[in-house]
């Protein structure tokens, strides 16, 4: 296979980085073990990539509270994200929490009236598109409508916030030490 300009400009990037493991943080002990990944095995370069890949995008869609269909599509909009190259915060920083939480009812509703064609024209959509249109469908909504949605997006918003301060004070008793 013949690589192309830019994936062999990446290919030398990565051999040129410096990589290593943070260990020891939490107990005041920050260690850097290096990780020399220019003499690494092929199958250990697949192996870390392909973690990696499903780390990355698992981390960005929280836990088990959201539904896997809201998973589905928080995880495709993330990976077309990450092919335009916004990366990391940039990617999510476009739109605020609540406007991600009404998409995420908008969506639900929609997705749940789409037959199997629909679904798959749906899916095919960049995320830019799927979000402007259920954007759309947002704004043309009756107000009192608008207001509903609103307001048990705010709901969804503040549930998430409490469940992830209750997982961070959780995080401050749990011992991990083995």
């Given at each position: 296979?013949?690589?192309?300009?830019?994936?062999?400009?990446?290919?030398?990037a990565?051999?040129?980085?410096?990589?290593?493991?943070?260990?020891?943080?939490?107990?005041?002990?920050?260690?850097?073990?290096?990780v020399?990944?220019?003499?690494?095995?092929?199958?250990?370069?697949?192996?870390?990539?392909?973690?990696?890949?499903?780390?990355?995008?698992?981390?960005?869609?929280?836990?088990?509270?959201?539904?896997?269909?809201?998973?589905?599509?928080?995880?495709r909009?993330?990976?077309?994200e990450?092919?335009?190259?916004?990366?990391?915060?940039?990617?999510?920083?476009r739109?605020?929490?609540l406007?991600?939480?009404?998409?995420?009812?908008?969506?639900?509703?929609?997705?749940?009236?789409?037959?199997?064609?629909?679904?798959k024209?749906?899916?095919?959509?960049?995320?830019?598109?799927?979000?402007?249109?259920?954007?759309?469908?947002?704004?043309?909504?009756?107000?009192?409508?608008?207001?509903?949605?609103?307001k048990?997006?705010?709901?969804?918003?503040?549930?998430?916030?409490?469940?992830?301060?209750?997982?961070?004070?959780?995080?401050?008793?749990?011992?991990?030490?083995?």
């Amino acid at each position: 296979m013949a690589l192309t300009k830019e994936q062999t400009a990446i290919a030398e990037a990565i051999f040129a980085a410096s990589y290593g493991v943070s260990i020891g943080k939490r107990a005041g002990e920050p260690t850097h073990v290096p990780v020399d990944m220019a003499s690494m095995p092929q199958n250990a370069w697949l192996k870390i990539v392909s973690y990696g890949v499903q780390r990355t995008f698992n981390d960005m869609i929280g836990g088990s509270d959201t539904d896997v269909a809201t998973k589905v599509a928080q995880t495709r909009d993330n990976v077309a994200e990450y092919l335009k190259g916004n990366v990391g915060r940039q990617a999510a920083s476009r739109a605020t929490p609540l406007e991600v939480a009404i998409r995420n009812i908008m969506r639900k509703l929609v997705t749940a009236k789409m037959d199997k064609e629909a679904k798959k024209a749906w899916d095919a959509l960049e995320a830019d598109e799927r979000n402007a249109q259920l954007d759309a469908l947002f704004a043309k909504q009756a107000e009192p409508v608008k207001a509903k949605l609103t307001k048990q997006a705010q709901k969804d918003v503040e549930e998430a916030q409490r469940r992830a301060e209750e997982a961070k004070a959780l995080g401050t008793e749990v011992t991990l030490d083995l």
